[in-house]
């Protein structure tokens, strides 16, 4: 059992450019067992599809987040609204992934809520809360 361990731990899998024989492309990377991706040679003579993908998932948060923190509308709804005009990302980054972000960005936006009791009654108090009253 103890040997099987330790041999995967050793594992090592090596990847080459999907579009080496198109391009010319020495890109190659490995990826050790823990995860880690080292690369070997970056791509040459094409830009990486890799870089785009995450380039469109970025901007595709960034919306996301944005939209989330200043609108009101349900995070889904917003989330099947930029999935309509940015596909490729959607499809890369689905909603069960987009979820949490979007929650995150939204909750930040609120209003503090007060630590305690005492800061609620302080803000009444204060004539604070007067629109609630
Ligand atoms: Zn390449």
């Known amino acids: ?12 899998f090596y990847y080459k450019c999907s579009k080496a024989s198109t391009y010319f ?18 791509h040459e003579g094409h830009v990486s599809e890799q870089n785009i993908s995450q380039q469109l998932v970025h901007n595709f ?29 959607a499809g890369l980054y689905p909603w069960s992934t987009a979820e949490s972000l979007m929650r995150h960005a939204r909750r930040r936006s ?11 009654a302080t803000l009444f108090d204060n004539g604070k809360l007067n629109n609630v009253s």
């Open 61 to 89: 948060c960034d919306i996301l987040k944005r939209r989330a923190s200043t609108e009101n509308i349900s995070l889904r709804s917003l989330y099947d609204e930029e999935s309509r005009r940015h596909v490729v990302a």
């Open 25 to 42: 492309c020495p890109g190659s990377i490995k990826k050790l067992r823990n995860g880690t991706v080292v690369i070997i040679k970056p």
């Open 110 to 120: 609120l209003p503090r809520l007060p630590n305690s009791l005492l800061d609620l």
């Open 1 to 12: 059992m103890l040997l099987t361990d330790r041999k995967k731990k050793l594992t090592t």
